[in-house]
């Protein structure tokens, strides 16, 4: 899927603002028609999530529908012109009207969509835009919410058996299996672009190299147009190299490679052209490979220096802001990091750009978080997911696939892959099978594993890299460092047989900044930093370990609980961005850590 892009032959009208909102009061269902959106109607601003605007707990507890409205005029110019009405994200489930009448449902909260308004607007005149969002979260959604009545972290239940519990509480409330806060509503960018009647689709570009080339697999789907011009522009604009058709090869000679950051993120531009339309794509050239337990980038062995992150901030809650994503970039840069996972769902497309730009390499994860954790059946075999979990991955892939950053899918973070392990791998093998052929550049496929009993687990080991979430001195042997230490190394010999390159994608301890213990215990800043310091330890004396990524880049909002005092506080940052004493130890570990080349 295509980006939005203005130029010669298109063009991108803007429909971010102040909306028009309400909350259902349980009666409308996510229908339109009632009048009850015109009698209740406050402003919100788009793109962010509602919760956070509003100083009332109603809209931050909120669960069920919630009606957005707007009038729009596409300018009588664009009358010749195929218009398409683009959502880049809507949280979670949406239903949008025009003029009163439906025009799109789309399930999942983080992907884009879009209508395409030939038939249903015309160039001119007013349209009246109404979405129904709906933010529950069940066992059919992804992320998970939990059905039987148990909050993840909720504490509401003190002492009474939780279904019970559920037959008492008068409202409808979400039970989310995850620990970020689910924020919800137009959480980005709503546009209209326009593109010529006959228009390119999409382009798809596989890199490869060859000595010294770079050879760039294309191919261009078009609606009317039969013939297509590639010319590929260096970083000055100059052409290096051009092919006509809607497929082919392109030969770019002594070739400029996309590295990661230190090294130069050398990024082409494919000038697509056809009969009526034209669209410019950034693309870089760069391979990746997993061989043995390396994980290569044109052909050297990478190492993984990062974080885990979150789409979160004040008031935005996971509403989209552009300077927080560079902000964002310019601290991973500053703590001598080369990457991040989208934990916990993909990102806005900005942030991948942005990351392109940078050299920051990205492990492209889906909002498969939560599936079966704590439940007592089998969920690979009662949670009705397989199918949206695969549209999802469709999806994700198909916007992604083109991103030099991107250098692995992760399907989903700790799913249950220990109580029900036969189906749990027949669940994670079929679906890395699917994720493999959908990628036209197959790089490598993962998810992310929790489970304490490690060994009951058959999925994790038949991915291309070992990814795991760890919290030894933290959750378990709260404190007692060289207990810590002890069972790591008792995982790492187990895992030193799989013989896979393994990451850890998670490690990590709540830490309020400014709380100061010359004698390090928990939640004290110099306790973070002694966690780090003697885990990395033991990390460095593993060839395999390939990839260190504390959780979390920065604190973030999440359910209320006994467990989180003003959200989860494992940030290196807080959550408005400024360093913990973590954040200087990272920072001071990674500038010694080569990207290539630290484990041989
Ligand atoms: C995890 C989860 C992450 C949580 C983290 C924690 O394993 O993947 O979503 O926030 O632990 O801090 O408990």
């Known amino acids: ?321 552009l300077a927080y994503d560079v902000k964002d970039m310019s601290l991973i840069k500053w703590m001598n990091a080369n990457s991040f996972r989208t934990s916990h769902y993909p990102y806005a497309e900005e942030m991948y750009d942005l990351a392109d730009e940078e050299g920051i390499v990205i492990i492209d994860e889906t909002p498969a978080v939560g599936i079966g954790a704590g439940a007592s059946q089998d969920p690979y075999r009662t949670f009705n997911i397989r199918e949206h979990h695969e549209a999802v991955i469709r999806d994700l892939v198909a916007r992604d696939k083109n991103h030099p950053s991107v250098v692995m899918w992760s399907m989903a973070n700790e799913p249950d892959t220990e109580h029900f392990p036969l189906s749990a791998r027949e669940y994670w093998t079929s679906l890395y099978a699917f994720t493999h052929a959908q990628d036209p550049q197959d790089r490598p496929v993962t998810f992310v594993c929790c489970q304490n009993n490690y060994e009951a687990d058959l999925s994790t080991r038949e991915m291309d890299v070992v990814c795991i979430n760890r919290y030894y001195g933290w959750y378990n042997l709260s404190g007692d460092m060289e207990a810590a230490c002890y069972a790591w190394n008792i995982e790492l010999d187990f895992w030193q047989k799989i013989n896979k390159p393994l990451i850890i994608t998670e490690y990590g301890a709540d830490t309020l900044p400014g709380f100061h213990l010359t004698a390090p215990e928990m939640f004290s800043e110099e306790f973070q930093v002694m966690y780090y310091d003697l885990i990395n330890r033991e990390f460095d004396k593993r060839d395999f370990v390939i990839g260190e990524h504390p959780w979390n880049f920065a604190d973030f909002n999440t359910i209320q609980g006994v467990y989180r005092a003003d959200g989860n506080r494992k940030g290196l940052l807080t959550r408005d961005r400024r360093p913990k004493m973590a954040a200087h130890y990272f920072r001071k570990r990674w500038a010694e850590i080569p990207s290539f080349g630290y484990k041989k």
């Open 1 to 321: 899927m295509l980006y939005p892009e203005t130029n010669e032959k298109r063009s991108v009208i803007s429909l971010d603002g102040v909306w028009s909102f309400c909350l259902d009061d349980g009666s409308n269902g996510g229908n339109i028609n009632s009048g009850f959106i015109e009698r209740n109607g406050e402003m919100i601003a788009v793109p962010a999530s509602y919760n956070d605007q509003k100083d009332d707990l109603r809209f931050r507890e909120h669960c069920g529908w919630a009606y957005y409205s707007r009038r729009f005029t596409v300018p009588e110019i664009y009358g010749n012109e195929r218009l398409v009405l683009r959502f880049d994200a809507v949280t979670h489930y949406a239903k949008v009207y025009i003029d009163g009448k439906l025009v799109c449902e789309h399930k999942g909260g983080f992907l884009p969509f879009e209508i395409e308004l030939d038939g249903i607007v015309t160039a001119g005149k007013k349209s009246l835009l109404q979405v129904a969002v709906n933010n529950e979260v069940n066992h059919s959604t992804l992320p998970v919410g939990n059905e039987e009545g148990t909050a993840f972290f909720g504490s509401d239940n003190a002492g009474v058996p939780s279904v019970e519990m559920a037959k008492v509480w008068r409202k409808k409330r979400n039970l989310p299996n995850f620990d970020f806060f689910n924020y919800a509503g137009i959480n980005r960018s709503v546009r209209i672009y326009t593109t010529p009647k006959d228009h390119i689709d999409d382009i798809t570009i596989v890199p490869d190299v060859k000595g010294k080339d770079g050879i760039v697999r294309y191919s261009v789907s078009v609606s009317g147009c039969s013939d297509a011009v590639v010319t590929i522009l260096d970083r000055d604009g100059n052409e290096v190299a051009r092919a006509s058709g809607l497929e082919g090869e392109i030969v770019i000679k002594d070739a400029k490679l996309w590295n990661p950051y230190p090294g130069d993120p050398y990024l082409y531009t494919a000038l697509v052209t056809t009969e009526s339309d034209k669209y410019s794509l950034r693309f870089g050239i760069r391979t990746v490979r997993v061989e043995g337990n390396r994980f290569l980038i044109n052909g050297k062995p990478f190492f993984f220096k990062g974080f885990g992150k979150h789409e979160d901030s004040a008031v935005h809650g996971r509403g989209f802001d």
